[in-house]
Structures are given as C-alpha cells and as structure tokens.
C-alpha cells in the first residue's frame, strides 16, 4: 500500500521568502513522485515529478524537489516566493500504473 | 490548457438519483483516470481505464461504475446518490498505459458535484 503525509495544512510566507512544503511517503515498491498545484476552481497541474533518475527534481515555475530514499521524503521548496505561487499544493506517490495516492494538501498563502 | 475537458462544470442533484460526468481527452490518450475531491481533502482514485477496459479500481462502491468510447471520450456514473458523493470530480487521461512510459496524466477542470 501506498500513502503520503504532508505536513502542515497550511503554510504562509512573505514574498521573496523561501518557499519549503513537506512531503513524506510510503511505498512497498520503487515509487514514482509527483508535485501537483490546484488553483482555485481549477483542476490539478504538474509540477515535477520523480521517476528515478535525478534525485533533485527540477520544475515548472522555479520549483524544485529533492528524493530523499532514507528519509522517505520528497520536499518541495522554491527560493523566492511570488505571490501568483499562492495555491493548494498535492503530494502524490503512483505506482506502475496511473493510479495515484494524494496527500491531503497544504494550503500555500503568500503575503506582500 | 491540458487538452482535457468536463462537462458539465456544476451539477446540483437530489439524494438517490443517478449522474454521469462526461470527460473528453485528447486523442491518442489511451488511458483515463478517475478521481474524487471532497472539500478539503486530496483528490482519491476511483478507477482507471485502458482502452476501454476498467484496469485499476480504488475503495469505491459498485455503485460508482465507468465507461470509456473509442472517440477518447469517457463517462463517470454514480448510482443511488449519497449526501457524501457531493465532490470534485476529476478525470485524467495519458497517452501511456503506464507510468514507466514516463508520459504525463493531464487533469480536466473537474466538475462540482453537489448532492442535496
């Protein structure tokens, strides 16, 4: 079975701030990573995604995340933070199929 | 715009009755996932197809069932509505079968559900 926790609901940042939102999952099997952002009323965009080969993950937007094997983590981080990144970010973890398992969402605010 | 579309967008349906959410992918994308967003929460897997076979299916009843056309289009029906099903529907479709074609899934708009 697979799962993922992401910590923290929500997550308010400064503009121009480091942006870093949490993720950690659970897989029997080599996991494939995904990074999604949900704007309001709008369906889900990727962002990056891992699939075993570099374990730093570069994506769209300036984002960028990290495979961590031995801390079972892929965290999601940003140098800068503008205020179009303010959005509901998703932690997913796929298996060979399409099938993905989401987090529960962390609510990313950005203050001017 | 990822190619993906559902209709309708809103939808406001009584407790016990039947709905079907339609989702129109691109061509060449052979392969449609379902999934359900309650308020809050991340979106969870229904089921999946390829080409026009159901080949996946999360913790959902039977009463949730789909269809998939050979026009790349698909259908979601949810049976005996239940107060609970009200949700963001959302479909994704890739031109993979699966992830180690290393293709992305692109997600429609989604269509709100309310069950009143």
């Known amino acids: 079975a697979q799962s993922v926790t992401q910590l923290g609901s929500h997550v308010s940042v400064s503009e121009g701030a480091l942006v870093l939102l949490r993720c950690n999952y659970s897989?029997?099997?080599?996991?494939?990573l995904f990074w999604y952002v949900q704007y309001p009323n709008q369906g889900l965009q990727l962002l990056l995604k891992?699939?075993?080969?570099?374990?730093l993950v570069k994506g769209i937007n300036g984002f960028e995340a990290e495979f961590k094997k031995s801390e079972t983590s892929f965290h999601l981080t940003k140098p800068s933070a503008h205020m179009s990144d303010a959005a509901e970010y998703f932690c997913?973890?796929?298996?060979?199929?399409?099938?993905?398992?989401f987090g529960k969402g962390t609510l990313l605010t950005v203050n001017p | 715009e990822t190619g993906v579309t559902q209709s309708p967008t809103h939808l406001i349906k009584t407790r016990g009755q039947q709905v079907t959410l339609r989702c129109s992918s691109q061509?060449?994308?052979?392969?449609v996932s379902w999934y359900q967003q309650a308020l809050g929460q991340g979106p969870q897997f229904i089921f999946q197809?390829?080409?026009?076979?159901?080949?996946g299916r999360g913790n959902f009843p039977p009463r949730f069932s789909g269809l998939q056309f050979p026009n790349y289009s698909s259908e979601l029906n949810v049976n005996a509505l239940e107060l609970d099903d009200s949700a963001l529907y959302l479909c994704?479709?890739?031109?993979?079968?699966?992830?180690?074609?290393?293709?992305?899934?692109?997600f429609g708009q989604g269509t709100r559900l309310t069950v009143v």
């Open positions: 891992y699939t075993s080969a570099a374990t």
């Open positions: 197809y390829y080409r026009e076979e159901e080949n």
């Open positions: 897989s029997s099997v080599p996991p494939y």
């Open positions: 997913a973890v796929g298996g060979s199929n399409y099938k993905l398992t």
């Open positions: 061509s060449g994308h052979n392969t």
């Open positions: 994704a479709s890739s031109s993979g079968r699966t992830q180690a074609e290393n293709t992305e899934a692109f």
